[in-house]
């Protein structure tokens, strides 16, 4: 599977973005999938995940009522869609598709990678 994530850009406080990560290959919808980011000198960190039918999704507590992730297995295509964006929410975002059909929080569990989109939030 390749993954390719977009959408990322500047945009200032309370202002709203949408990733996009559209993935190559005809089992996209047998893998759960996750967002992550990396800010400047901190590790990466899961920021929102869903299961393969999307029925189920994580977030994290920094992100909760803010964040939204969806995916449309049709599209071969999963989505962030970021709501009153922060400053401390600026970092590059990776999306990347996990081992098994349910979500995981642990960045071991996802085996193909993006190749990240840079977000950044002005205050």
């Known amino acids: 599977v390749q993954l390719q994530a977009s959408g990322g850009g500047l945009v200032q406080a309370g202002g709203s973005l949408r990733l996009s990560c559209a993935a190559s290959?005809?089992?996209?919808?047998?893998?759960?999938m996750g967002w992550f980011r990396q800010a400047p000198g901190k590790e990466r960190e899961l920021v929102a995940a869903?299961?393969?039918?999307?029925?189920?999704?994580y977030y994290a507590d920094s992100v909760e009522g803010r964040f939204t992730i969806s995916r449309d297995n049709a599209k071969n295509t999963v989505y962030l869609q970021m709501n009153s964006l922060k400053p401390e929410d600026t970092a590059v975002y990776y999306c990347a598709a996990g081992s098994r059909i349910r979500w995981q929080r642990n960045l071991d569990d996802y085996i193909y990678w993006g190749q990240g989109t840079l977000v950044t939030v002005s205050s």
């Open positions: 290959g005809r089992t996209f919808s047998t893998y759960a």
């Open positions: 869903i299961d393969w039918s999307g029925s189920s999704t």
